[in-house]
């Protein structure tokens, strides 16, 4: 019986851990259906379309992917694009880059982890903030 | 997958003269529609108004790449009737889409955003690896489900009421695109209800 109820226990813990670790860090499987669901529209990750291309995103400085024409809002940014400021970006592109173009926002927080984490995935360079 | 397209879209769909007809009539109709009372609403919207022109312009962008994406297919020579009817077909409904917008951003005072060559979306779409219709079909479905999620997702941003309901007319109308592009590609339903625009 208290076999039963540890293992229940890790058991629980494990979840509680593997939760923790998907809020923190996003699945890249996840975040790649909804990439291709929803950022497809605008973005490709090796050409430039309606949005400029995703696929070296983590990493770059904001508003200077290559041959991409850019609002004067993001062509004016300067940060790095790391996990925090996508994850703030897909919640509110607004509010990191007043001005810019984008309109879209992934409303869900765990669908923002997932996205970055598949863009970190693409990317040689850390997503480290 | 010919039979499936022949089924769905024949005979009430595919273009005849007195279909393009009426399809022309409901493209004025549309662009009467979103720009009824635009005088009101611009009045009205204040210091939206610029951000709600951003949208409208990157929804234009859209459609010129959808406009591009089906006479790539259609020149292709991989598209065989009737399916090269009902890509011509969504191409014009593309087409109602970008000049209704395209009346709407400068009713608004904005400057409507220019269409690319039609190489450069090629390039861009990777049109050269286009190998079959079912390769065509695709590109196209994925084209169309992107741009029902963006048009859905977008509609909270608008500061217009009006215009929202607009964005959600053209996601209508991409979702019957679709739709028909996914039973002709043989594929199955969305496995549940409330699938587009999470």
Redesign the interface.
């Known amino acids: 019986m208290k076999v039963r109820a540890l293992l229940t226990e890790c058991a629980v813990l494990s979840l509680a851990l593997v939760a923790g670790a998907h809020a923190q860090t996003g699945s890249a499987a996840k975040g790649q259906m909804i990439f291709?669901?929803?950022?497809?529209?605008?973005h490709?990750l090796d050409?430039?379309?309606?949005g400029p291309a995703l696929g070296t995103v983590v990493g770059r400085v904001a508003g200077k992917a290559p041959d991409y024409f850019y609002?004067q809002a993001l062509s004016a940014a300067t940060h790095v694009w790391g996990r925090d400021k996508l994850l703030a970006w897909l919640t509110n592109p607004?509010s990191v880059v007043p001005g810019q173009?984008?309109?879209?926002?992934v409303?869900?927080p765990e669908?923002r982890q997932d996205v970055v984490a598949y863009l970190a995935s693409l990317s040689k360079k850390p997503a480290a903030n | 997958m010919k039979s499936v397209v022949q089924t769905l879209v024949s005979p009430n769909v595919i273009a005849s003269r007195r279909a393009f007809m009426g399809r022309t009539g409901t493209l004025s109709a549309v662009a009467v529609a979103m720009l009824a009372g635009k005088d009101a609403l611009a009045q009205g919207m204040g210091g939206d108004m610029a951000?709600d022109v951003?949208?409208l312009?990157?929804a234009l962008?859209?459609e010129h790449?959808a406009i591009n994406a089906y006479q790539l297919g259609a020149g292709s020579g991989l598209l065989q009737k009737p399916v090269l009817d009902v890509a011509v077909r969504f191409q014009a409904d593309h087409k109602a889409h970008r000049d209704a917008l395209i009346a709407t951003i400068q009713k608004m005072g904005g400057a409507p955003v220019m269409e690319k060559k039609l190489d450069d979306y090629a390039?861009?779409?990777?049109a050269d690896t286009l190998r079959n219709q079912g390769d065509v079909l695709d590109l196209a479905a994925?084209?169309e489900?992107?741009?029902i999620?963006?048009y859905l997702?977008?509609i909270?941003?608008?500061g217009s009421k009006d215009l929202a309901k607009v964005a959600g007319r053209l996601a209508a109308d991409e979702t019957m695109h679709y739709t028909i592009l996914t039973n002709a590609l043989g594929r199955p339903l969305p496995s549940g209800a409330l699938s587009f625009g999470?």
Do not use: Q, T
């Open positions: 291709e669901s929803r950022c497809v529209a605008c490709s050409a430039n379309r309606v609002s607004e173009a984008m309109g879209y926002r409303e869900l669908d | 951000k951003s949208i312009n990157v962008g859209l790449e390039k861009a779409l990777k994925r084209l489900l992107g741009a999620n963006a997702g977008v909270p941003a608008f999470a």
